[in-house]
């Protein structure tokens, strides 16, 4: 079953063109990773997919589970189906963890047709899913982002994608800020999460996470759009040689 | 204004000292005149003059019958209190069930038995206050509230001030609060209204906190939107007093609350906090101008705004450090948030530091909603709309953490 369908999309920021004539099919089940040097524009085609309002598509397609993507609002993306983690997850002071997630899990019920949950409910919820994360529940009661570091942003991003349970997930450099410990607590929440009906796009600049996180497609991603897919061997390639020989090729 | 109605008879015109007080405040008032764009203290929330004579001041006893919301007690807060009531800028209650240590009388009783002469009209000067000159001018409403030595209240007092609808009125409401030595009390002031009601408060506080006395004040002028209330809140702070002030203002004509506080001796300690939100239109002001007098002195001020529609929201803050109060600390932050093309919010930090050994600092923020923040959310899927609610909800709560009493806290954040 497709899940993400994208036709020669071309999208940029104030009149930029970032994106280039990108196309891409992710069906259920499946694992990408898209892999590009730094500034390639690989956070750009993730917030194009979010909805991120600073962006513009100025030509081509894309389909989640079949709607027409670039016509819905990021919420109505979310509740879709659309989970990205963020590089920089952004620090709300005065908002908890719980309150935030209470108001995205119950918003993503309400979509879907389903009673909302009440607090007691919810906050079963929430324990369980944080406790299989190594979430305190003392860290739950702060406020989002707040003061956290780059470990404990990244876990509570999968702890936000572990309730949401989207269809499609896109990690944006999941790896980034993390030692090697808190990066195998990441990865093994992603993989816990992993089902035939779901798909994961992960965005990288390095092998670290796909080491943990196996692909079974690795696209380089290089002025704008794909200039060779593959599969994980191909991201092995690469940490040998380096982008450099690749981007000859474009 | 004053010349119209100066005719009209209050209690104990043949009292010398309250007949020269008032008449101080006549005389004040006629010579100073009522601010306008040039007075720098009412630059942002001046009006016409001609606006006060659509009010009058009515003088007739309090009637009310026994339905008269304001005598319902469940109708005010849902934690236990004193209560004392004023009902169209009239005292309502006849008696106040109150423990040992604590004394209320009306401002009537309290001049007629002379209690109020050492404190009434002592704690400012008439001539920077046009509004407070007005309100001495027609003194007579109000309650005078002494917490003797050594009282620790178990409960709120909450003053609740009902308006309902009819001829538009003008209340000149006086209150004094003494808080003798290590004495502790909340006071909560709560003005409701009908809500199509058109109404001038007009109010003066007069507050003593003596040595090691604690006071945390609270107040919500959650009046009617056509409603305006100008309130200034004198307080002279002694050794190692504390005032604590929390004040929210909700959406009408005009909300001014101003603190003239002095920090008279070491270890005096004051806050003033609040939070204003008018989403439509009107102006709200939090003025603040705190003295510190004396070495080892501290005042912090946290307030948060929000504003949208053509509301515009005012703060004007005044430390004062005196040339011998060394080792102070004076802390002050506003933040506001901007919501339409329309609304404005005017800030005016004023720091005079006359000592060399001092922390103080001061800032100001205004902007709109962080994008970054809402498409957070949004990702999340929360709808928009929602989402910026939850950031208002955010920036305001701030201010409420400032809050001690915790039921006074989650009554507030969940009404205001």
Redesign the interface.
Known sequence: MVLLKIENLTAGVAQKEIIKNFSLTINAGEVHAIMGPNGAGKSTLSYVL?????YEVTSGKAWLNGQDLLQM???E???AGL??S?QY??A????SVS???K??VN??RK?AGLPELDAAEFLKLLRSAAKELGISAEMLKREINVGFSGGEKKRMEIL?MSL?KPQLAILDEADSGLDIDALRVVAEGVNKLRTADNALLIITHHNDLLDLIKPDFVHIYADGHIVRSGDANLALELEQSGYKSFLEEV | MVEDNHNITLWGEDIPWLFGLREKGRQTTKAIGLPNAKTEAWKYSHFAPTILDTYHIDTTPHHCDENCHCHDEKASTPFAAYYIKFCNGKLANEHFDLPAGVTIKSLVEAIFDGDAKAYLGKSFDLEKFPFAALNTAYLEQGVMLTVERGTVLDRPILLHYHQHYGTPQINHLRNIFVLENRSKATIIEYFTAESNAEYFNNLVNEIYVREAAQLQHYVWQNEAVAARHVALTSVEVRKDGTYNCFCAQSECVLARHESYIRLQQEGAAAEVNGVYRLMHSGVSDITTNIAHLAPHTVSNQLVKGVVGGAAKGVFQGQIHIAPDAQQTEGYQLHRALILSDDAEVDAKPELEIFADDVKCSHGNTCGDL????L??????????E?AKQ??I???I??AFEKINDNNVKTWLKKNF
């Open positions: 979010a909805g991120k309002s600073d609002k990021p919420e993306r979310a509740n989970f990205l963020m997850p952004v709300i002071p005065g908002v309150n935030f997630l108001h995205a918003a993503k979509y936000q949401l | 962080d994008a970054e923040q498409f957070y959310m949004q990702s999340r899927g929360i709808d928009l929602t939850l950031l909800e955010a920036h709560n701030e």
